[in-house]
């Protein structure tokens, strides 16, 4: 009976799904993998299977081209090993942090390609992303005026000049015409409230030391305060316009003012200098308002700067951490700077949390295509950035641009980057990268309030090592993601004293998902 109720949840499960799914229109890239083509009257989608009891499903994409692939089978007490080289056995009573959530950015070249879209299109965009038929990102990146993925440099309040009033403070073209459009698209179909981080690049250049948007300046003393309020300002602005924020970082890539690296938009602090002003205006400015709930995040730069912000900063001014919530990192040192980096704020700060606020490919100097159709080398790079980030108790990841041209603009410095979805407004078609699939492995299947919980990798000798991560989901669901970066290989999932077994294709991220009880 046991068996004969088992076989029927398997080919329910395996064979006919609830929910059928708009498969990828693919379009193969020479040396590359493949991206999926949307355009006015095609664009595939992803629906989560609900997990019947004792089953299981799987979701593939690979180098050769699947792209969430839906599989799956059922629990059985068998506890032979014999099948697989490799068991991955779930521990759900060890507990990790508590996820806030998977996103991109709202920047205004994202708004302006968006907008260059038909309607319709500009819908399908929309729901790839946020809808339940899509991503479900539940996050925002979303910069505080311009920035370098902007046509030209601009601030609030640039006139008139040294008004610490901020008297003229208005919202800019962008804000109109692009990305409050955007945000509210995003919001209408979105499967959970859209949690927004707002990061300012540059003051306008009255505040600065010196009188450009990109290379070295720091904040003028006399404009400690205003700056505090310009924050406060654009909160006010964005909650009027049915926007609220959720979030603010302390500055976009500080050290980036201060040793003259960005020829973008910057503004230079080094550690005490932003210690004094969370402390004595920017942390008192906030939780003074009526915005006291929104999240300060500190950091805002590369790995590397992380230890030096907690050991400088806060060993200088201990008070200034009371005012913040936890701290941003993002992503282009992350192949040199150990995670581990990560510990001395989790482990002795457990109650500050830390989220990735910014990464892209093609960013670097000797990275010469910008845009690099269908790599799925690229998706690589974020499939095992985003698993040692959440390994290493990171709340959440936020890519960079949702979307961006095909020379990877516009950006009015000319730093042109890669992005998961490539706009083609000659075409009228968008492309989904593999990076845009990878995201979703995560975003979809990882909801806010999930918990990582412990997993643990069982090898043959000389078998090559998977990387992983797990979590017990609001959905009381398991979920497992594995990278399988070589060959296909049978796999044993363990979950106490059931298993399972599958197949994992060659050069693939697996999403798994299994009811928790
Ligand atoms: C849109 O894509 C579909 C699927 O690839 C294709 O059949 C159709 O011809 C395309 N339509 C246009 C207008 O390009
Ligand atoms: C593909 O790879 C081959 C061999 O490395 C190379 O000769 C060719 O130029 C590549 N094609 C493209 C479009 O990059
Ligand atoms: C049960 O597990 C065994 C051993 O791993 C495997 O060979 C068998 O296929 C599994 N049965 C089902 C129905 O999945
Ligand atoms: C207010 O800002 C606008 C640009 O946004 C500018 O054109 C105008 O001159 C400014 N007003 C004053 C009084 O400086
Ligand atoms: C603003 O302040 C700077 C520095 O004090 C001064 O050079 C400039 O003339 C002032 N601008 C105005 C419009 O008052
Ligand atoms: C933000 O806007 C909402 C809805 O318009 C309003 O109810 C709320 O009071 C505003 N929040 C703040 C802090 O002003």
């Known amino acids: ?47 989560r299977e609900i997990p019947s009891q004792s089953s299981f499903v799987t979701y593939t994409s690979s180098k050769d081209g699947l792209r969430f692939k839906k599989d799956g089978g059922i629990w059985n007490d068998s506890t032979s090993e014999s099948c697989c080289s490799t068991t991955l056995e779930v521990f759900p009573d060890i507990k990790y942090q508590r996820i806030e959530g998977f996103g991109g950015a709202v920047t205004d070249s994202a708004g302006i390609n968006w907008k260059s879209l038909p309607s319709v299109l500009q819908d399908s965009f929309i729901r790839s992303y946020f809808s339940a038929n899509g991503l479900e990102y539940n996050m925002l990146r979303v910069p505080i005026g311009g920035c370098d993925f902007s046509t030209h440099a601009y601030a609030y309040n640039e006139l008139p000049e040294n008004d610490t009033q901020l008297s003229n403070y ?24 859209v949690h927004i981080v707002a990061t300012t690049w540059s003051p306008p250049l009255w505040m600065k030391t010196h009188q450009t948007y990109g290379g070295f300046s720091r904040l003028k003393r006399q404009y400690y305060q205003t700056y505090a309020d310009y924050h406060l300002k654009f909160l006010e602005k964005y909650n009027q316009s049915g926007i609220p924020v959720w979030g603010i970082t302390t500055t976009n890539e500080p050290i980036n003012g201060v040793i003259s690296l960005a020829s973008f938009n910057s503004l230079g602090w080094d550690m005490q200098e932003m210690g004094e002003w969370i402390l004595n205006n920017l942390g008192p400015t906030i939780r003074n308002s009526a915005f006291k709930d929104l999240k300060i995040l500190a950091g805002d730069d590369q790995r590397a700067t992380m230890p030096y912000w907690f050991n400088v900063m806060f060993a200088r001014y201990p008070k200034a951490l009371d005012y913040v919530d936890g701290m941003a990192v993002h992503y282009y040192t992350d192949s040199i700077i150990p995670a581990a980096v990560f510990d001395a704020i989790t482990l002795t700060h457990p109650e500050k949390f830390i989220l990735a606020t910014e ?3 093609g960013a670097f100097p000797w990275q010469k295509e910008k845009v690099l159709l269908g790599s799925w080398d690229r998706a690589i790079t974020y499939i095992e950035d985003i698993l040692e980030d959440l390994n290493y108790n990171l709340v959440g990841w936020i890519d960079w641009n949702l979307c961006l041209n095909l020379g990877g603009g516009p950006n009015w410095v000319g730093n042109f980057v890669d992005s998961p979805i490539i706009v083609d407004e000659d075409k009228q078609e968008f492309l989904k990268q593999p990076m845009f699939y990878v995201m979703g492995h995560f975003s979809k299947f990882i909801p806010r309030e999930s918990i990582r919980i412990k997993v643990v990798e069982k090898r043959q000798l000389f078998t090559p090592n998977l990387r992983h991560v797990a979590f017990v989901t609001p959905k009381n669901t398991i979920v497992v993601i594995v990278h399988n970066n070589g060959q296909a290989r049978n796999i044993r999932l363990k979950n106490g004293g059931k298993q399972a077994t599958f197949n994992l294709a060659a050069y693939s991220i697996t999403t798994v998902e299994f009811p928790y009880e």
């Open 1 to 47: 009976m046991k068996v004969f109720l088992g076989l029927i949840i398997f080919v329910l499960t395996s064979f006919t799904y609830v929910l059928a799914d708009i498969p990828c229109a693919e379009r193969r890239i020479e040396n590359q993998s493949v991206v999926c083509v949307c355009n006015t009257s095609y664009c595939d989608d992803i629906t």
């Open 359 to 361: 990464a892209c490919e």
């Open 170 to 193: 208005t919202l800019a073209p962008e804000d109109i015409l692009y990305k409050i459009p955007m945000i509210k698209s995003i919001m209408q179909v979105a499967t959970a409230p």
